[in-house]
């Protein structure tokens, strides 16, 4: 009996091992096509589509790369990788799957392996905008800003009326120092799209970094841009966080504080928002606070160089200039290109008494962005106190030729007799 009850179960496995999966309904087409709309119901019925050996191997390629892109909206990037490998194993030629991976890929910060996945996209599809758009954005991620305006310009040539093209070229001219440029492509992109959220934030971007950096403009411009992006899209938390940096620039620190406390109540984990805030508290002569949210922002996102940089501002003005070089050491080993933290390191080196290393840093800024008039400044009254007077004038009359009406270069050339 008890034998003969083991083999019926046995038999009865063995029944349902071999009965074939579930075959997918021919609803489940349009259900699996609907993955960015409704990605839980859709993955499920894509995975019938996978798992059913009749379909043909056109609709289970096309149920990988929509279950794939159902997990890549859900910021499942693993399983999104995953599913669009599939796509490729089946079709090595998908350009569509290829930079789609590129997409997911990038969106964990694996810059090269977007890379590489774009460049597939791009070799099989040389007319693939987007595919140029993706790969740009990890060149972006690397800091290679030349790699990334070429395929932005590519992207452009292909598509002219490519806002997202224009807007991703902007913000590489902006790293670049390249902020008149910037401005025009972020200006183009709002044209073509005047509901562009993004594309005024960037412009708000590129003209705050004109302001911070060559002293040209003013903060009021940003701050509109970042306003109206607002306006066009209160979901985007990083809008909040710049446009509190350019209150706090504009030394409305009582406006910068509401607006990074707004990023800190719904994203609590967001390390610019507490970055913002310690930039507003700094700025109220609170650096004890200021200093306790860089700390919450880098623990956060330890690769987060600007907050790095800002607490070695922070550290500085408390004349704790040990601690304040090694923030900035910080920074510039995350982005060796941050001519903002070879500026600020040299002005802590000063004040130690090694003129010496600050002349190096600060000439790094200038090599790093020739408009950077604080940087000339800088040297030339490192110069000027070493004695060495025509370096001094040089550096001077260098910030004079960018901004004209720079009051410090002015003050000390008219010193100098000129």
């Keep these: ?106 969106s964990k910060e694996d810059h090269n392996a977007a890379i590489a996945d774009c460049s597939a996209a791009i070799k099989i599809d040389p007319k693939y905008a987007w595919a140029y758009n993706n790969r740009g954005i990890a060149y972006y991620g690397l800091h290679d800003y030349d790699a990334a305006l070429a395929d932005h310009a590519e992207a452009i040539r292909i598509d002219p009326g490519d806002t997202w093209a224009y807007a991703r070229r902007g913000m590489a001219r902006t790293e670049k120092g390249e902020f008149d440029q910037a401005i025009a492509d972020l200006t183009e992109a709002v044209k073509i799209d005047p509901k562009y959220a993004f594309g005024f934030g960037q412009r708000g971007q590129a003209l705050f970094k004109k302001r911070l950096i060559t002293k040209k403009g003013g903060w009021e411009p940003a701050i509109a841009d970042y306003s109206e992006a607002i306006k066009l899209d209160p979901n985007l938390l990083w809008l909040y966080s710049s446009r509190g940096v350019a209150y706090s620039n504009n030394r409305k620190y009582e406006l910068a504080v509401p607006d990074c406390s707004e990023v800190i109540k719904r994203e609590p984990n967001n390390a610019g928002g507490y970055n913002c805030r310690g930039v507003a508290y700094e ?136």
């Design 283 to 418: 700025g109220l002569m609170e650096f004890g606070r200021a200093i306790a949210d860089y700390d919450q922002s880098i623990s956060i996102n330890p690769r987060n160089g600007v907050a790095y940089w800002n607490r070695g501002n922070a550290r500085r003005s408390q004349r704790k200039y040990d601690e304040a070089i090694r923030d900035y050491d910080q920074a510039i080993a995350i982005n060796p290109k941050d001519f903002n933290a070879f500026n600020s390191r040299g002005k802590a080196y000063f004040a130690k008494g090694d003129r010496n290393q600050a002349i190096a840093d600060f000439t790094q800024a200038t090599q790093l962005d020739p408009s950077y008039v604080e940087a000339y400044d800088n040297r030339g009254l490192v110069y000027e106190e070493l004695g060495r007077r025509t370096d001094a004038i040089a550096d001077f009359r260098n910030a004079q030729s960018i901004d004209p009406g720079d009051p410090l270069s002015r003050q000390r050339l008219r010193v100098f007799g000129f």
């Design 1 to 106: 009996m008890a034998a003969r009850g083991l083999g019926g179960l046995l038999l009865c496995v063995g029944l349902l091992l071999a009965m074939p999966a579930l075959a997918a309904a021919p609803a489940d087409r349009d259900e699996c096509g609907a993955s960015a709309d409704r990605p839980e119901a859709a993955s499920t019925a894509c995975s019938r589509i996978i798992g059913d050996a009749s379909e043909q191997v056109a609709e289970r390629i096309q149920a990988f790369k929509n279950r794939g892109r159902g997990s890549f909206n859900r910021k499942d990037y693993d399983r999104a990788i995953a599913d669009y490998s599939e796509a490729i194993k089946l079709s090595p030629t998908d350009a569509w799957a290829f930079a789609h991976r590129c997409e997911a890929y990038e």
